[in-house]
């Protein structure tokens, strides 16, 4: 047997060792408010076996099924972390081919992971827990960058973008150059909170990079698709009484579209303010917490005891609605003023909430 023939057997063998497994405590996870952070980080862990200090151990777990155990848990792993000798591995950057420098594009333990994640974690939540339905995923451009722009709502951990984002996958992961993009808020991807809940890089490695215009221009640039948030921050906090109801639009992407003549595929999706619902934003506690927002509700006193509920929501029942690309039409969009750019993203705003307000009214009519 050649060299060659062993090393793709070896690989192979790697690959089937480390694939993830659904396990009937997973489910049992699934329907346990504080027992999802555990699903999240068993699904990290078992594919990152490299890595000497995970965010949460196995056996740290148990604790998180008791009121007030996640304390516990806190200071077992502070422990833990206090007599590793060797220090956790950090993310190495790769040159990028496009651009020959370090970017957006990271060297993770597992390329194929944000697939494997949507495969084997967030499609089955999207099935069993959220019961997603979409409508015109055809529609999307398959080939080169895209940008998707979607209304945010929930005041609760993004799902929405993760349960569309892995059934992107699904459909068009055969793919090996689609790598999803998901530009977000700074004040969440720096967050000492988050950061510390979730393992090292799980955002970045998931496809998540800050919102900056630096950052987004690297997206296009690679001709990755970008899943994207235009009412930012704001539209997860603007609270559960407004919740069909639009926030400002950012330009960035208006103005990269522009330049790169990018498609523009609007997508809405209906049954996101049930991820927390009759929740109202603190600001006094966001500011204390250092989030853009704190959505309170009836469901948050139970965060006290079990702070581990911080990524659950409710099984609220998720539809998604994709429309027809819009091309910007060809025009010297160098004269353009930053009045104009806001003046053409109002109207994208004003279009989006036009399909909104109809697919409230009719979905089938919309």
């Known amino acids: 047997m050649s060299s060659g023939t062993r090393y793709e057997l070896a690989t192979r063998r790697k690959e089937t060792s480390l694939r993830f497994r659904w396990r009937w405590y997973d489910t049992l996870c699934l329907f346990l408010p504080f027992g999802w952070l555990i699903l999240l980080n068993r699904h990290w862990n078992a594919y990152h076996k490299s890595v000497l200090r995970p965010a949460w151990a196995w056996y740290e777990f148990f604790f998180f099924l008791i009121p007030g155990g996640f304390y516990l848990s806190m200071g077992l792993r502070a422990v833990r972390e206090r007599l590793a000798r060797s220090p956790m591995p950090a993310q190495l950057p790769t040159s990028c081919v496009l651009c020959g420098a370090n970017c957006i594009e990271d060297l993770t333990p597992v390329r194929e992971y944000p697939k494997r994640w949507s495969e084997e974690l967030i499609n089955v939540m999207g099935e069993r827990y959220f019961r997603a339905e979409y409508h015109g995923l055809e529609k999307i451009p398959t080939h080169g960058p895209v940008v998707m722009m979607m209304n945010h709502a929930g005041m609760a951990f993004p799902w929405d973008f993760m349960v ?55 997206i296009i640039e690679h001709k990755h698709p970008a899943l994207y948030a235009p009412e930012g921050a704001k539209g997860m906090g603007k609270g559960f009484h407004k919740r069909y109801q639009l926030q400002h639009f950012h330009t960035s992407f208006l103005r990269l579209a522009a330049q790169y003549n990018v498609p523009l595929v609007p997508i809405v999706c209906i049954g996101n303010e049930y991820l927390h619902p009759y929740s109202y934003d603190v600001k006094w506690l966001a500011k204390l917490l250092k989030f853009p927002f ?73």
């Open 164 to 218: 569309l984002g892995a059934k992107l996958y699904e459909r068009f992961g055969s793919d090996p150059g689609f790598v999803l993009k998901a530009p977000g808020e700074k004040a969440f991807t720096r967050n000492r909170i988050l950061n510390y809940a979730f393992p090292q890089g799980w955002t970045g490695t998931l496809g998540g990079v800050e919102a900056t215009y630096a950052n987004f221009e690297k």
């Open 294 to 366: 704190f959505g309170v509700s009836p469901f948050s006193i139970w965060l006290l005891l079990f702070p581990s509920m911080l990524p659950w929501s409710l099984p609220a029942k998720l539809r998604y609605y994709v429309f027809d690309p819009v091309q910007l039409p060809e025009q010297d969009y160098s004269r353009f003023t930053d009045e104009d750019w806001q003046k053409l993203a109002d109207s994208f705003r004003a279009d989006m909430q036009k399909k909104i307000d109809a697919l409230l009214v009719s979905p089938a009519r919309a």
